[in-house]
């Protein structure tokens, strides 16, 4: 399958205000992936220099391969997101001009049936975004407490039949461990009601959102790359989040929201500079793709996105 990038046009639109303001701009592209956001920036840009952050060493070397004719414009670091500023500090810089985050799983990781993300695919249960380190979704499937399990798919995955799934994940782990995705695919459709099943799309989706989720942490890296994002950005630079799925969504619109809302106490007549916000929202609420790229990429139908623009040091 062709990798289409979810709104490409728009998300370099949006950063070119901060791009054109300096002479030697930074873009930081929080999550690489195979590096469509950031060869649609270098092409338009020439005198731009992007920094690509992420966990996936796969990710990279695609990605490295195919923004080499770039030379040093661009430049990449085997990292989560949420250590942009040691990344920053490792190229000898303290602030950009952009930070692009296009959050959730990537293209490759769920066409590579191998890497376990994908329920279409029978393949191990792992679901690391950085197979280097970390726990897998086999050790949580097969370990983790029942309660623990429950809270998992309740909250990241808003399953409400997490307790039926979560009873029979024990009784199947307690004959023999479960290290299969179609194992757990099974065992999750044969888990919830007939009736439920029949609409909603695939039953595995939010039991398999759940767990990729807690195996990469992903939404504590979100709270905290933002604020770290916000924080190294200069006057007059944005940030843009791409998000989802309503988890993700909900932290940055939060994080959003307190960036750019002022902290005057609210029995004062008038603003008091020091109190006024640092940032505004470039619009309201968040923007959808359009009805077009949705037919051409189906997997922009889900996508939020936000952004921010600092005003103020």
Do not use: W
Not at 143 to 165: D, H, N, S
């Amino acid at each position: 399958m062709q990798h289409i990038s979810v709104m490409r046009d728009r998300c370099v639109e949006l950063l070119a205000p901060a791009i054109l303001a300096t002479e030697n701009p930074v873009v930081i592209d929080a999550t690489l992936g195979l590096g469509g956001h950031s060869e649609a920036l270098l092409e338009q840009f020439s005198q731009l220099t992007v920094i690509g952050i992420d966990r996936d060493k796969d990710a990279l070397a695609k990605a490295g391969a195919r923004l080499a004719r770039f030379g040093e414009r661009f430049k990449s670091a085997h990292s989560i997101f949420d250590q942009l500023s040691e990344v920053l500090e490792s190229f000898g810089l303290t602030n950009v001009n952009g930070v692009l985050f296009d959050l959730g799983v990537s293209s490759m990781q769920l066409d590579e049936g191998v890497r376990g993300f994908s329920y279409s695919h029978d393949a191990p249960l792992d679901m690391r975004m950085d197979q280097s380190r970390g726990i897998t979704a086999g050790e949580i499937v097969n370990t983790y407490e029942p309660g623990e399990l429950v809270r998992i798919l309740r909250v990241y995955g808003e399953e409400k039949f997490a307790t039926r799934i979560v009873e029979n994940i024990v009784k199947a782990r307690a004959i023999s461990p479960m290290n299969s995705t179609v194992q757990l695919a099974a065992l999750v459709k044969e888990s919830i009601p007939a009736a439920t099943r029949r609409t909603g799309g695939n039953p595995s989706k939010r039991t398999f959102q759940a767990l990729r989720i807690a195996v990469n942490d992903e939404l504590g890296a979100i709270e905290r790359a933002i604020p770290e994002a916000l924080d190294r950005i200069v006057i007059g630079g944005r940030v843009v989040v791409m998000s989802f799925q309503s988890l993700e969504d909900r932290i940055v619109k939060e994080k959003f929201a307190e960036a750019s809302t002022s902290k005057s106490p609210r029995e004062l007549p008038i603003e008091l500079p020091e109190y006024a916000a640092k940032f505004k929202l470039v619009f309201n609420s968040s923007e959808k793709p359009s009805e077009a790229e949705i037919a051409e990429n189906s997997r922009a139908a889900s996508v939020r996105l936000r952004a921010i623009e600092r005003v103020a040091a």
